[in-house]
């Protein structure tokens, strides 16, 4: 039976470290780190969101500011809007919550945001770097799966991966920094042919695709290491991974659940880089 990879418990342990160097910083440099994040109309996922990182902000002694505007804004006032937090030095993460509404062009407005404001890890600037093996702000959740590695002592050099996924947020940048440990990495995706032998070969197995329970036993190598990033609802509306867990936790060596897996790391690690980002002004 797999051991389970505890994210919330590591979350948390993560939280109060950080709020005791946050403290320190504090009282060393007189600088507290400042996180505003951007919800931009009424999507019900990304207020819980917003949610969860406010209160895990203000829990760990940041300046926390969520900003709520309409659904109904123009492009020009929401860069107008993330250019005055690029000029506000109190503040040194900014995040602007996806999904924006269909009117507003994603990517433009992602590389309005200071790369070094850029928590997120999502501007081709810090994309670039990551991609070039000098990652300084990489996107949050493939950061947090490699803190989960770090703390279970899962060795990853010289390991067959497998990411099934290749989206900019999770698949793409997970494979980089698994190659960062030496891991042989392949990255699949919803065409990628006999998708189950493929995954069978694989030491550690992400899965990032967005269908639940996609990942059955006979994808998964025995003693594989695996880690469910999916987040999904069944027909009851139960919140389910992209892994079919009770069957796949037979047979692997470790797995992360859904929820409680790889969820609160993300947010984990959006604070870190928020602090780090605070940190880099007193260097």
């Known amino acids: 039976m797999a051991t389970i990879i505890d994210g919330k418990g590591l979350a948390q342990k993560m939280q109060t470290n950080l709020a005791q160097k946050v403290e320190e910083l504090k009282q060393t440099h ?33 300046k926390s500011e969520v900003v709520r505007v309409p ?32 009117h507003i062009d ?4 992602l590389m309005a945001i200071s790369p070094e404001k850029d928590v997120d890890g999502f501007h081709p600037v810090n994309m670039g770097l990551l991609w070039s093996g000098h990652g300084v702000m990489k996107p949050c959740t493939p950061a947090g799966i490699m803190e989960m590695f770090k703390e279970y002592n899962i060795s990853l050099s010289g390991k067959n991966a497998l990411v099934i996924g290749r989206s900019n947020i999770v698949g793409k940048p997970m494979a980089q920094l698994l190659m960062d440990e030496n891991a042989t990495v392949t990255i699949a995706h919803s065409r990628t042919q006999q998708l189950a032998a493929l995954a069978k070969t694989a030491d550690i197995l992400v899965v990032a695709i967005g269908r639940g329970h996609l990942v059955t036993k006979e994808f998964v190598k025995p003693g594989a290491v695996v880690i469910d990033v999916g987040m999904n609802r069944d027909e009851n509306g139960k919140l389910i991974g992209d892994v079919k867990y009770d069957e796949v ?18 947010i984990t690690m959006l604070l870190e880089q928020t602090y780090e980002s605070a940190l880099r002004k007193v260097k």
């Open 30 to 62: 007189g600088i507290v780190p400042g996180l505003v994040v951007i919800l931009v109309g009424e999507d019900s996922a990304s207020q819980v969101y917003v949610r969860n990182k406010e209160r895990s902000a203000l829990a760990a002694g940041f």
């Open 71 to 102: 659904e109904t804004i123009s492009q020009e006032e929401l860069l107008a809007l993330v250019s005055t937090y690029n000029d506000d030095e109190s503040f040194h993460g900014i995040l602007v919550q996806l999904p924006l509404p269909g």
């Open 106 to 109: 994603e990517e433009a407005v």
């Open 249 to 266: 936790a037979e047979i692997a060596s470790y797995i992360t659940p859904v929820p409680g897996g790889v969820g609160p790391m993300t």
